[in-house]
């Protein structure tokens, strides 16, 4: 089945430098990926589209610039949290379609990255 | 803004059970659902989808069924083990031209006892 690979699965950060998180389709490509924040007891929340070769777009209410999103291939794409504060700790999640050609078809998604900023 | 709703935040069954998780969404152009199970420190895991053109659909030990009329979603699990214990959320797939984006619910912790 189709494999979404992401790393690193657990990071600890001091506040104000940057973490980088990457996220793989490892048997399939991938022209679009869907980055995922969730915090604890809560549902997963959309914060961006990332579009390979162009730019991500990001849902209402995530900063852009402070969570950079770059789709270099059709296999990777990474987040990077600039500047991290306590408040960016939670978990994030990757996911990417597998187009099958016959329409609508399932997100595959990474088993997550928790982060902590200390 | 719409989003995917679930009644219940929680829900517990006998082993051997069947379980019954339900799920209301809002957005009636959706036409692509998604049920999927999560444990915990893990990533969502797929479970089984539904196309509006259906109304019922069926996996194994799951099975889904789709109510357009008042646009409700359950997800039917039968003989509940208790490795089935986890959260169980719903997705609506929003259209191609609304960024084909996957639209979580708030999720159904599921416990089995044994």
């Known amino acids: 089945g189709a494999v979404v690979s992401q790393h690193p699965s657990r990071v600890i950060c001091k506040s104000g430098t940057s973490v980088k998180i990457e996220c793989r389709s490892l048997?399939?490509?991938?022209?679009?990926m869907f980055w995922y924040r969730q915090f604890p007891k809560k549902s997963l929340m959309l914060m961006a589209t990332s579009n390979e070769g162009s730019k991500a777009t990001y849902e209402q209410g995530v900063e852009k610039d402070k969570f950079l999103i770059n789709h270099a291939s059709l296999t990777l794409s990474t987040l990077t949290v600039t500047s991290a504060h306590p408040e960016d700790s939670s978990f994030y999640i990757c996911s990417a379609r597998r187009y099958l050609g016959t329409g609508d078809s399932p997100l595959h998604f990474g088993n997550g990255t928790r982060l902590t900023v200390t | 803004g719409e989003s995917v709703g679930l009644h219940l935040p929680t829900l517990s069954v006998q082993e051997g059970d069947n379980s019954i998780i339900n799920c209301a969404y809002s957005?009636?152009?959706?036409?692509?659902f998604i049920w999927y199970k999560q444990e915990s420190g893990k990533g969502p895991q797929f479970i089984i989808d539904?196309?509006?053109?259906?109304d019922k659909r069926q996996g194994q030990r799951v099975t889904v069924l789709l109510n357009k009329t008042v646009k409700h979603l359950s997800l039917q699990i039968a003989a509940t083990q208790p490795g089935d214990s986890a959260v169980y959320f719903c997705?609506?797939?929003?259209?191609?031209?609304?960024?084909?984006?996957?639209?979580f619910g708030q999720g159904t912790e599921l416990s089995v006892k044994p």
């Open positions: 997705a609506e797939n929003r259209a191609y031209n609304q960024g084909g984006k996957l639209i």
């Open positions: 539904i196309r509006s053109n259906m």
């Open positions: 048997d399939f490509q991938a022209t679009t």
């Open positions: 957005n009636s152009a959706s036409d692509y």
